[in-house]
């Protein structure tokens, strides 16, 4: 079970981090608990994902891909399966900032190496800046974020 507090540790980290970034998508969101922590801290957030039954926040219940139309200034994911690589491709090719937080890998690689291996994409895809943090929390903890410059 994730720990429940991700969603609010998370947005507290992303307005910290990416102060300028005031549109946000969330990429596979969920349920929308990411959208309403970071709607409450003042950002316009757009939740991709699949799920039926979701928040009233504002929600895309679509597959989130490359050939989606950029308005946002950051994009993020929570434990996004196999969306986490798109979030960092789809940041490259729009030049805005990312962070995720990775749970699973999508090629069976273990974790501190699909870890490793995200930040290299980031930094061949042209990211100056590839950062981790850590959330205070059990489980998937790890955050990587990229700033565009
Ligand atoms: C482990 S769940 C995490 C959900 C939520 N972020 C959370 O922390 O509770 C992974 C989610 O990724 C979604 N997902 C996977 N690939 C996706 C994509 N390309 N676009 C949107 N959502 C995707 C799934 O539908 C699922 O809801």
């Given at each position: 079970?994730?720990?429940?507090?991700r969603f609010d540790?998370?947005?507290?980290?992303?307005?910290?981090?990416?102060?300028?970034?005031?549109?946000?998508?969330?990429?596979?969101?969920?349920?929308?608990?990411?959208?309403?922590?970071?709607?409450?801290?003042?950002?316009?957030?757009?939740?991709?994902?699949?799920?039926?039954?979701?928040?009233?926040?504002?929600?895309?219940?679509?597959?989130?891909?490359?050939?989606?139309?950029?308005?946002?200034?950051?994009?993020?994911?929570?434990?996004?399966?196999?969306?986490?690589?798109?979030?960092?491709?789809?940041?490259?090719?729009?030049?805005?900032?990312?962070?995720?937080?990775?749970?699973?890998?999508?090629?069976?690689?273990?974790?501190?190496?699909?870890?490793?291996?995200?930040?290299?994409v980031a930094r061949?895809?042209?990211?100056?800046?590839?950062?981790?943090?850590?959330?205070?929390?059990?489980?998937?903890?790890?955050?990587?974020?990229?700033?565009?410059?």
């Amino acid at each position: 079970m994730a720990d429940k507090r991700r969603f609010d540790l998370f947005a507290d980290l992303l307005v910290t981090r990416f102060p300028q970034a005031l549109r946000v998508y969330d990429i596979a969101g969920g349920m929308g608990k990411l959208n309403e922590s970071l709607t409450q801290r003042g950002r316009t957030v757009t939740t991709f994902d699949l799920r039926h039954k979701h928040l009233p926040v504002k929600y895309a219940q679509r597959l989130f891909t490359l050939e989606e139309p950029c308005e946002a200034e950051l994009v993020v994911g929570m434990h996004p399966d196999g969306a986490t690589r798109i979030i960092i491709e789809y940041a490259a090719r729009h030049g805005l900032g990312f962070a995720v937080v990775p749970c699973c890998s999508d090629n069976g690689m273990p974790y501190k190496p699909w870890m490793r291996h995200l930040a290299d994409v980031a930094r061949d895809a042209g990211f100056t800046t590839v950062e981790e943090a850590a959330l205070p929390m059990d489980g998937r903890a790890r955050v990587l974020l990229g700033v565009w410059r």
